[in-house]
Structures are given as C-alpha cells and as structure tokens.
C-alpha cells in the first residue's frame, strides 16, 4: 500500500534508525544532466504554496511549501532578530526602596511587552535625542502601606498590606506632544496587566520615569516581536507492506495520536493524510523488528509547517508581512549599495578596482 | 572618524574582469548571506559560489562568486538581488491571499 499522491522522492529527506539521507536540497543547474534548475519566476510562483492553517489572536500557523530551507530560515531569523518593537529601554530611578535592586528592577521592567503599535513610533536616530514621535514616557510610583481594614490573623500580605505587588499595570502613561492623538486609538500599555515586578512591604515605594523606544532583537531579546517562530517539515510516511492484523494497534501506537489510521472491523492501516503533520517522527516503529521493510519514514524537505507566536505588539497575521518587507528593505538596500559597486568600478576604468580597506 | 562604512566592498585578490570576486557586505548575517548563496547558485552562468561569516565580532559576511565565460559577478549579484525580491513579494501575495480567501481554523488562545 502507498501513499494516493505519491510525492516526487527528490523533494523527500530520509529519516531511518540511525541516520537522515538526502538532507541537502539538489535542484540547482549542473546538478542533473539535461534538466534546467535555474531561476525561473513562473516555475515558482506555480510550485509556491502557503496556506494559513490555524489563527487565534496570539500565534498563527501556516504552510510554506515550494521555497529553499534558505528562505523560510530567512523569514523566521527575521522574525526573531528584525522585527522592531517599542519597549522600555530607559529607567530614571527616583527612588526604590524596595528589596530588588534599581539595575534588576530596571531589566525586568525592560521585559514586560508593550501594547504599542511599533509603526507608529520613529526608530531613535544617531543623535539619540528623545522627542514625542521615537519615545513612549511611563511613570511607574507605588508605595505599600498597611491595610488599616485588615481581617484579624490574616497572613495573606494582599489582605495586610495595600500595594504588597509592582505589577505591569501600574505603568502609567504620560502622552506627550502628538501622542494623545496618534495613540488615541489603543492607549500605550502593557499587554499583561498581572506581572509581578517587585514585592513590597509596608514603608517601601517605588517612583520611577519609564522610556520606551523602537528597536530590533538584534540588540536585545526583549525587543523580539515574537514569542516563538519555527518551523518544521511535513512528515512523510509511506506503509510499503500490509500490516498484518494483530500488529495493527501496535503499529498505530508509534506513532503520534490521529496519525494512523485503523479500520475497526478490518484492522486495515492506512495513514491519515490531514493529520499526518501531527507526528513527531520518533522513529519508534523502526524499534520494532516485526515491523521491518514494512515502513519508510521521510520528512517533505521543501514543506515548512511555520509556527509563529506574537509577543501582543503585532496581530500575529500581521508578522509574516512585516518580515517580508525587512528582507526586501535589506534586498533594496543592498542593489543600490551594488549599483555604487559598479559606477565605481566603470570610473576606475581597466580593470583598477577598489579594495577593502583590511 | 571619517567617512561612513561602505555596505559592500570588493575583497583583496579579485579578478580584474570581477569574473571571481569577494564580496564583504557589512552588517548583514546568515539571514541574506544564505538566501544570496542559494539565489546565485540558481544561476546557470555561476560556476561557484558560497559565503561566510568570518568571526562573530566582526559585523560581515563575505560572499564569494566565481563565474563562467569570464562575464561579470557582479551583475549576477544584481540579478540575484532582483531574483530573490520577486520570490519576497510572490510569497507575499500568496499568504495574503491564503490569509483572505482561505477557510483556516479560528481559535481563542487563553494567555
């Protein structure tokens, strides 16, 4: 028995008891004689697939078949490293008197995610002069005090004191110039309120000017706009020999649940085509001898399974399009930086060109 | 301080037609490094082609082109670039369009 669409077994990695074959993708030109593989726009767009299979308010998940490893890890370092988002980035301590120190206080106020949409905020530029359009102001003041109301014997410190947690929701925004007007839409906050920051105890207080600019995860993780982004490949599994009856509920059992499929009356196994993208290609079936030849397990090298999880700056449907566009600002930036390249070059004349300074 | 850093530069050692080239593009990682690579070695005329990123401190990689028939790397490296922002701007509207027209699960995620 084998698979109905029966998959073109270049675009198949190997996945086998102790090793992966054909890892590397091979369809370059040169690489088989008489067939083309060069770049061809068309041929793409026609083999190109994404397909949106999941959405909620926070992730997103959706095929991308037909590219190079190269692209899709492209896309998703992107995501990781370049996608701007606005958070804190500058604490003025008035005062803390709490146990957590300014400098850790300062970092995980830096952590919390913010609410803000980052294209409406300016990248701070070299001067790295704050003005209302690159820099979101919150105030941050709490002090704890005893709870005069107190039940009596009461241990539980959110009875005894007022104020006992910092939370994220104790940010408070102060606009700025434009801003009133520009955010007026969805004001600046954090997208969880419930934080915990620093714990406090009566006489203890905390006062501090919070600065949020626009930066990349390049620099530092928390500005990262997404929680996760992966992907994985599609999983291929081809049942090349009958599985005899009495093994079929074995069969079925190493593999992720919903993946095979078992007829109740003629124990028949056949795969499941829509779940098949929920193994996890443990290879357990490769354990068992009375399953020998009887499988083959391959994973599809050009089928990405992408998973992207927002961090609340963007709606996760928005993410894809964003990277797309950095890689194609990176793709501008450097065709103008090659076109310098080759006027430069024509005014060097014969053959005289310009050197790296090492 | 003087000028500004150059985005690419032309390595040390390369021919005077630009037939084998280094290239040294500043502050860019794997991200393009690799996408470039794969683009390039799309191309019929590239006879080799592959690149590096010499040392985590430094912000660069170095791609390296070598081409048959003596024509120029760097107009293969232009012919990449535009390559490879079609393939941007197809799989873009290609997942808008999936992202419209598509019937894909909704679902509530809890936080």
């Given amino acids: ?358 | 301080m003087a000028e500004p850093i150059k985005k690419i530069t032309l390595m040390k050692g390369s021919e005077p037609d630009l037939s084998a080239a280094t290239y040294q593009i500043y502050d860019e990682s794997h991200t393009i490094g690799n996408a470039l690579r794969w683009m390039l070695m799309k191309n019929p005329k590239v006879e080799f082609c592959g690149y590096s990123a010499p040392h985590p401190s430094e912000n660069t990689i170095q791609v390296r082109i070598q081409m048959y028939d003596n024509l120029s790397s760097l107009t293969a490296l232009m012919d990449a670039l535009s390559a490879l922002d079609d393939l941007c701007e197809s799989v873009d509207d290609a997942y808008k369009t999936s992202l419209k027209h598509d019937a894909y699960e909704r679902w509530e995620e809890r936080s």
């Avoid at chain 1, 991308?64 to 992107?78: E, Q, T």
């Avoid at chain 1, 005893?146 to 009875?159: C, I, T």
């Avoid at chain 1, 104020?163 to 408070?172: A, D, R």
Wanted: a negative charge.
């Fill in chain 1, 1 to 358: 028995m084998t698979s109905r669409n029966a998959i073109d077994p270049r675009r198949l990695v190997g996945v086998h008891a102790e090793r992966v074959t054909n890892i590397s993708s091979t369809d370059y030109p040169g690489h088989y004689p008489d067939e083309d593989n060069s770049w061809n726009l068309e041929k793409f767009q026609k083999n190109l697939k994404v397909k949106v299979q999941r959405l909620s308010q926070r992730s997103i998940e959706f095929d991308l078949v037909g590219v190079d490893a190269s692209i899709a890890n492209a896309f998703r370092r992107i995501l990781l490293a370049e996608v701007p988002t606005v958070v804190v980035e500058h604490v003025y301590v008035w005062d803390n008197t709490s146990v957590i120190q300014d400098e850790v206080l300062a970092h995980r106020i830096g952590l919390v995610p913010l609410n803000i949409d980052p294209a409406l905020v300016e990248m701070r530029d070299a001067t790295n002069q704050p003005t209302d359009r690159n820099t979101v102001v919150f105030k941050l003041q709490v002090a704890c005090e005893r709870n005069p109301h107190a039940p009596k014997n009461s241990k539980n410190p959110a009875e005894l004191y007022i104020n006992h947690e910092v939370l994220s929701s104790h940010l408070v925004w102060e606009p700025a110039g434009e801003q009133e007007d520009v955010f007026a839409a969805n004001p600046p906050a954090p997208t969880n309120p419930n934080i915990v920051l620093a714990k406090l105890r009566p006489g203890q207080e905390v006062e501090m000017e919070l600065h949020a600019v626009k930066g990349v995860g390049k620099d530092h993780a928390k500005y990262s706009a997404v929680a996760t982004a992966s992907y994985r490949l599609l999983p291929h599994i081809v049942i090349k020999k009958p599985i005899p009856p009495h093994l079929a509920d074995k069969f079925q059992k190493c593999f992720a649940p919903g993946v095979i499929n078992v007829h109740p009356l003629t124990k028949e196994v056949s795969v499941d085509e829509h779940n098949i993208r929920k193994d996890t290609v443990t290879r357990e079936v490769l354990r068992h001898p009375e399953f020998t030849d009887m499988v083959e397990l391959s994973r599809i090298r050009d089928h990405f399974l992408f998973s992207i999880e927002s961090e609340g700056a963007y709606a996760p449907e928005r993410l894809l399009p964003e990277a797309i566009q950095i890689m194609r600002d990176k793709i501008a930036n450097l065709r103008k930086a090659a076109e310098a390249l080759l006027h430069a070059d024509d005014a060097a004349g014969d053959g005289d060109v310009q050197m790296a300074s090492v």
